[in-house]
Structure formats: C-alpha cells, structure tokens
C-alpha cells in the first residue's frame, strides 16, 4: 500500500525559511516523479512543484517559482520542499503525491503570519 | 479560476446515486488516464478515492467508481449515504511539469 507521510510544517515569520520532508514506502519511489500540492484555508487544491523520478528535472508553479526548491533522495525514498522567503500567501497545508496520482499524503501545516 | 470546471454543488437523496462532473481540455483529461478524486470533509484532510480515472485505493468503498469521456472525467457514488456529505476536488496529469485542479464541488445528502 502506497504510503506518504509529510513532515516538516511549522509557524515560520514571513522572510524566513523551511523545508519538508515526505517519506515514502510501499511503492518503488525512485521510479516515480513526484509533486507537492498544497491548500490554502478555506481554499481548493493547488499544485506547487514536480520533480522527475531520477531527480533531473523539476517544475514550479509561477507562485512560487525563485523561492520554492524541489528534491528528492531516491536511497531514502524521501520528498523535500524547501522554501524560502516565505510569505502569507503560502500559508497552507502542503501534501506529498505521486505525480500521476496514485498516492497521497495527510499533509503538513506551514503557518506564515501576514 | 480553475483549470478543471466542476460544479459547485450537487445534492442527492440517502439511496440515490450522483455523478460529479469535471472538465478539462485535450491537454489534460483529453490526453491522459491519470484523473484522481479527492473527499474532504470538514475541517479534515482530503483524501484519495480515486486515481489512474478508475482506481480506487485500498479501503475506499466499491460505491465511489470513477470514468472518463473526451475531456470530462466524472466521479458517481451510488447508494448516497449520509457521511458522503463534503466537497470533492478533480485532478488531472497536464504534463511532467504540471498538475491541474478542479476548484471543488460541494455535495449535499438531503
């Protein structure tokens, strides 16, 4: 069974930095791109970033793009987002998932005061 | 605005069956088999139930089942109950680089 477990998420003042992390079992993970998505309060689902299976190519939404780095180390099977200059627009819970679609994490919580 | 076109509610009646509709273009459900559906409730996580258009991961109930046609995917859950009550989200595969999203349906059980 796929499983996605994010970590990470944390009150962080606006400026300042955090990285997440998403561990991954129960599929063969260094096969498979991957992607962050995150929801806003209130709001609906909204993709952040990809990275491909081998970690070569990633992609970022323009929201975030310059601020946001995408990695992954396959010997871990884990995920990180690491961002930077964080602001309020990027309060949200930030999930983990296959980039196709089959797996999916609980999410984890950045908090970024206005 | 959303990349996906989904309604913004639909409602049904405990027993009834209700079919959720998401559009896209050829760029996205047109042109790939990985739609997922996602189930929220309030104040809760969303969760996965369905993904590759018609998959359901373990332990999701056989009465959520998922298709596609051209560029609509479509989520139906039949014999509503009362605890189906809560919004849905659509995705789509658009490319290596990108992931599109339906901006939510909410459903109400009568």
């Known amino acids: 069974e796929v499983q996605l477990v994010e970590s990470g998420g944390d009150l962080v003042q606006p400026g300042g930095s955090r990285r997440l992390s998403c561990a991954a079992s129960g599929f063969t993970f260094r096969n498979s791109a991957m992607s962050w998505v995150r929801q806003a309060p209130g709001k609906g689902l909204e993709w952040v970033s990809a990275i491909s299976a081998n970690g070569d190519s990633t992609y970022y939404a323009d929201s975030v793009q310059g601020r946001f780095t995408i990695s992954r180390d396959n010997s871990k099977s884990t995920l990180y987002l690491q961002m930077n200059s964080l602001r309020g627009g990027d309060t949200a819970s930030y999930y983990c998932?296959?980039?196709?679609?089959?797996?999916w994490g609980q999410g984890t919580l950045v908090t970024v005061p206005s | 605005q959303s990349a996906l076109t989904q309604p913004a509610s639909v409602s049904g009646s405990p027993g009834q069956s209700i079919t959720i509709s998401c559009t896209g273009t050829s760029s996205d459900i047109g042109k790939y088999n990985y739609v997922s559906w996602y189930q929220q409730h309030p104040d809760k996580a969303p969760r996965l139930i369905i993904y590759?258009?018609?998959d359901r991961p373990s332990g999701v109930s056989n009465r959520f089942s998922g298709s596609k046609s051209a560029y609509t995917a479509s989520l139906t859950i039949s014999g509503l109950q009362a605890d189906d009550e809560a919004d849905y989200f659509c995705?789509?595969?658009?490319?290596?680089?990108?992931?599109?999203f339906g901006g939510g349906t909410r459903l109400t059980v009568l």
């Open positions: 998932r296959t980039h196709t679609g089959g797996g």
């Open positions: 995705s789509s595969y658009a490319s290596s680089g990108t992931l599109v």
């Open positions: 590759d258009v018609v």
